[in-house]
């Protein structure tokens, strides 16, 4: 089997990080549209419209699967790239919803939502996590942490100091859902300020999805390429930091 | 006198700012291409390119003057501007330069230039500075001021920190280059931090030069208009809570 993984830019690799530790596709083709991000700003028929020219770059690789490892896509771009590709295409918006279902049942539960603001502002997980009958839920707007995240800060005080911004009304969560694919790099700071709360990492939500609905069994190895719409040293600098390549 | 201002994004509110603050114009027409924003990752040839589309876009006001609040777009697309116009193009980098020549002659004093990474990774303001003399220039990245002063961030732990990472090398700084235009906001901060440094500040530097080489005099009152590539009210707000309007 071989998955193509779309995001916008570099954040994807966190969800490839997750695919490769189970080892369940044979390749994996990443591309990230890094001359274009971030798309959060931009309006939905452009997203639509930058997704839909991801598909044409995928057909190059006659892929099995396409992994929408990015909120924007997710959000506004799945419908359409579904009606113009008879594969599969899986997002990480739906799998982090079904992954936070499948980790409480209780519709109680006090669920925190982080991510950028185009994500937050799109109100769509809380909207799908309402259709499932949960009810407490607060959604945060960190986009902070992403240009963090991406000049390699993981931890200490910047860290620290941008979660005692954004969480200082929270009181209570259950579940924090990391809404955004840079997210899982800062994890387990997140839990621990957050008192240990559990977090649902887009990554292990569509590893989830792949082994449940389409019953997908580890194979002997993974082979990746990377490719990206400008700057693809960077690229690969970064998967290489991410993955431990 | 009407003057065209134009940015990437909303930085070059600051350069606005400082204009309005003297009046020297009639009119100032400001636009940011906030659909591509940001042009530091870009190429060469593709900011040349949007700039000349936004030269288009001043044409339809027969603006007397273009500022170029923009780093990226004075780093590499003033030349290509130029020939494309009759009317003076004038911008932050040449204009920041001649404000730090002004500010102090001995070219043994410690220069900090600060930026994002694709300002200082240009090396446009240390080589433009060796032109003239000055010898001991440090650049440094400072890319999370951005997003930070974009999120209405100006002071707090938050600054403090990225400061203390930022600024842990530097000894002793007799001027800082405040090299994008988003830095002016946490100008007393960064002076405070650096034992009272004297910044240069991009828009009293384009202030400085209207009024010496073009011999701009005060006028009554000055009109403005935004318009933006995407989101035009994100920029009015933005503009709302910087220029005090």
Not at 154 to 180: N, P, Q, S
Not at 181 to 194: A, D, V
Request: glycine share 6%; net charge negative; proline share 4%.
């Amino acid at each position: 089997m071989r998955a193509g993984v779309f995001d916008s830019g570099v954040g994807g690799l966190t969800v490839v990080k997750s695919i490769l530790e189970e080892k369940l596709f044979d390749e994996i083709i990443y591309y990230g549209d890094t001359a274009r991000v971030p798309y959060g700003p931009k309006d939905k028929n452009t997203i639509i419209s930058y997704s839909l020219e991801a598909l044409e770059f995928f057909k190059n690789f006659d892929i099995d699967m396409l992994i929408i490892a990015c909120n924007s896509v997710s959000a506004y771009a799945i419908d359409e790239l579904q009606k113009n590709t008879t594969i599969p295409v899986i997002g990480v918006i739906e799998s982090g919803v079904l992954a936070l279902k499948s980790s409480t049942d209780d519709k109680n539960s006090d669920i925190l939502v982080i991510g950028t603001s185009a994500t937050i502002n799109s109100n769509l997980y809380d909207a799908h996590l309402r259709q499932l009958g949960y009810e407490n839920i607060v959604s945060i707007p960190t986009p902070l942490f992403v240009p963090m995240v991406e000049e390699g800060i993981f931890d200490g005080a910047l860290i620290e100091e941008a979660m005692k911004l954004y969480f200082k009304d929270v009181k209570k969560t259950d579940r924090v859902i990391l809404g955004c694919t840079h997210f899982p790099l800062i994890e387990n700071e997140i839990s621990r300020f957050l008192n240990g709360t559990k977090t649902i990492h887009s990554g292990d939500a569509i590893v989830q999805l792949l082994k449940t609905r389409y019953d997908l069994k580890p194979v002997a190895d993974t082979k990746i390429s990377f490719f990206a719409s400008s700057n693809p040293d960077n690229l690969k600098n970064v998967a290489k930091k991410w993955l431990n390549l």
